[in-house]
């Protein structure tokens, strides 16, 4: 099942707005079996529209789905563009207009004029019901390719795709892939491919995709059977070990919270330069009260010293951003809070504030247990979000990796 995806939208190339809805729809799609074909991003314009459209259609694809373009406003021409292109009148749908009149009217507000572009309907063609908003879709037949046409709006265009578009398309006796998809932490793109090498080069039969972040590198295995995807897995389990950290979309903060549950742990965050990062990111995840007892965050001196209890003559003699520092905020909060992990992160986040023998990016990361505390010196770059997202995941990590190993 061949399927050419058009985004359409002059934020999207201009970068003003990230196209989420393409990544969405390519991961879903090639989950239930589809091919990809090929993926184009036009501007809210007739002509490039209408070339992205007969460039497609020579793929000969079994479906085509644009999104965006179809709002009330003068810049959304896509509803009519497509009308045109495949050579069909419109109607208005005064049933529907109502409709949206009434909708209006329960919020207090009194429907544009504009938003009369929203109740024209193709007379060839069908119309694709929009569960939470109001642009509804379009669905054309074009010989071997179905044309579908959803809003721009992400909520709008995956309600549209899972009450109506997958279930279409599978109908046609789709046959889902089997794919699995290992989430690695703690070792960078090249270093990994390297080292799983010996065992990506051999002839396993499966396609393989790295998709790195700043939280690591998930590797996603897929193919036709089980089998080969079981082994290759397998096989990837045996050179990486504990960096695999789950599969799937579990993020390391699920995994956290499910060891915390399993062996009946709990934790506690004392954090400077990310913010609260560790304890928001744990507090994300559904019965983490169970796991997570509280948190502190101390940005300055007088904080650390009044809230978690870091002696003044701690900061004074080492810095806000040391090991010794960061060892008694572990300490500390994990007495506070009567907790089995106390875990702690003051460094310096960027652009500025950094010196010779302390630059931007130098963290400590401190994790205090019942025999003790350790500390870790990292070193990461200039950029501030990248510093407190990096600094989080590495802090998660080491406790994922304590609770693995206690």
């Given at each position: 099942?061949?399927?050419?995806?058009?985004?359409?939208?002059?934020?999207?190339?201009?970068?003003?707005?990230?196209?989420?809805?393409?990544?969405?729809?390519?991961?879903?799609?090639?989950?239930?079996?589809?091919?990809?074909?090929?993926?184009?991003?036009?501007?809210?314009?007739?002509?490039?529209?209408?070339?992205?459209?007969?460039?497609?259609?020579?793929?000969?694809?079994?479906?085509?789905?644009?999104?965006?373009?179809?709002?009330?406003?003068?810049?959304?021409?896509?509803?009519?563009?497509?009308?045109?292109?495949?050579?069909?009148?419109?109607?208005?749908?005064?049933?529907?207009?109502?409709?949206?009149?009434?909708?209006?009217?329960?919020?207090?507000?009194?429907?544009?004029?504009?938003?009369?572009?929203?109740?024209?309907?193709?007379?060839?063609?069908?119309?694709?019901?929009?569960?939470?908003?109001?642009?509804?879709?379009?669905?054309?037949?074009?010989?071997?390719?179905?044309?579908?046409?959803?809003?721009?709006?992400?909520?709008?265009?995956?309600?549209?795709?899972?009450?109506?578009?997958?279930?279409?398309?599978?109908?046609?006796?789709?046959?889902?892939?089997?794919?699995?998809?290992?989430?690695?932490?703690?070792?960078?793109?090249?270093?990994?491919?390297?080292?799983?090498?010996?065992?990506?080069?051999?002839?396993?039969?499966?396609?393989?995709?790295?998709?790195?972040?700043?939280?690591?590198?998930?590797?996603?295995?897929?193919?036709?059977?089980?089998?080969?995807?079981?082994?290759?897995?397998?096989?990837?389990?045996?050179?990486l070990g504990v960096s695999i950290y789950s599969e799937g979309k579990e993020s390391i903060e699920e995994v956290i919270v499910q060891l915390g549950k399993e062996k009946n742990k709990t934790i506690s965050t004392a954090e400077s330069c990310t913010g609260g990062l560790i304890g928001h990111r744990l507090t994300e995840i559904p019965g983490s009260s169970d796991v997570y007892k509280g948190g502190l965050v101390v940005y300055s001196n007088e904080s650390k010293i009044e809230m978690v209890g870091v002696g003044k003559g701690t900061l004074e003699g080492h810095g806000a951003v040391s090991a010794e520092t960061a060892e008694s905020m572990a300490y500390n909060v994990k007495n506070k809070f009567v907790s089995d992990y106390g875990i702690s992160v003051t460094g310096i986040a960027g652009p500025t504030g950094g010196t010779k023998e302390k630059?931007?990016?130098?963290?400590?990361?401190?994790?205090?247990?019942?025999?003790?505390?350790?500390?870790?010196?990292?070193?990461?770059?200039?950029?501030?979000?990248?510093?407190?997202?990096?600094?989080?995941?590495?802090?998660?990590?080491?406790?994922?990796?304590?609770?693995?190993?206690?």
């Amino acid at each position: 099942m061949k399927i050419a995806i058009l985004s359409i939208g002059n934020e999207l190339l201009s970068g003003d707005t990230i196209n989420t809805n393409a990544g969405w729809m390519g991961r879903i799609l090639t989950e239930i079996g589809c091919d990809i074909c090929q993926h184009i991003t036009v501007p809210d314009k007739k002509i490039p529209i209408s070339n992205a459209l007969n460039q497609l259609i020579d793929l000969n694809p079994d479906f085509i789905i644009c999104t965006g373009g179809l709002g009330p406003t003068e810049d959304d021409i896509t509803r009519q563009t497509l009308f045109d292109f495949v050579g069909t009148e419109s109607k208005f749908d005064e049933d529907y207009w109502q409709n949206l009149t009434e909708r209006f009217k329960r919020f207090g507000i009194q429907i544009p004029e504009s938003n009369r572009n929203q109740a024209l309907v193709p007379v060839d063609g069908n119309v694709i019901q929009n569960p939470v908003g109001s642009a509804r879709g379009s669905k054309f037949k074009m010989k071997d390719t179905t044309l579908i046409s959803l809003p721009g709006v992400p909520a709008e265009m995956k309600a549209m795709m899972t009450e109506s578009i997958i279930p279409m398309i599978q109908e046609k006796g789709l046959i889902p892939k089997c794919i699995r998809t290992l989430r690695t932490t703690g070792i960078p793109e090249s270093a990994l491919i390297e080292k799983i090498a010996p065992v990506i080069e051999k002839d396993h039969g499966c396609d393989i995709g790295y998709y790195p972040s700043l939280f690591g590198v998930d590797v996603r295995i897929s193919h036709a059977d089980l089998q080969p995807v079981d082994s290759l897995s397998k096989d990837l389990y045996g050179i990486l070990g504990v960096s695999i950290y789950s599969e799937g979309k579990e993020s390391i903060e699920e995994v956290i919270v499910q060891l915390g549950k399993e062996k009946n742990k709990t934790i506690s965050t004392a954090e400077s330069c990310t913010g609260g990062l560790i304890g928001h990111r744990l507090t994300e995840i559904p019965g983490s009260s169970d796991v997570y007892k509280g948190g502190l965050v101390v940005y300055s001196n007088e904080s650390k010293i009044e809230m978690v209890g870091v002696g003044k003559g701690t900061l004074e003699g080492h810095g806000a951003v040391s090991a010794e520092t960061a060892e008694s905020m572990a300490y500390n909060v994990k007495n506070k809070f009567v907790s089995d992990y106390g875990i702690s992160v003051t460094g310096i986040a960027g652009p500025t504030g950094g010196t010779k023998e302390k630059p931007v990016g130098l963290v400590y990361i401190g994790l205090a247990k019942n025999d003790g505390v350790k500390v870790k010196e990292f070193r990461f770059g200039n950029n501030r979000k990248r510093n407190k997202l990096r600094s989080s995941q590495v802090a998660l990590n080491w406790l994922r990796l304590s609770l693995l190993n206690d």
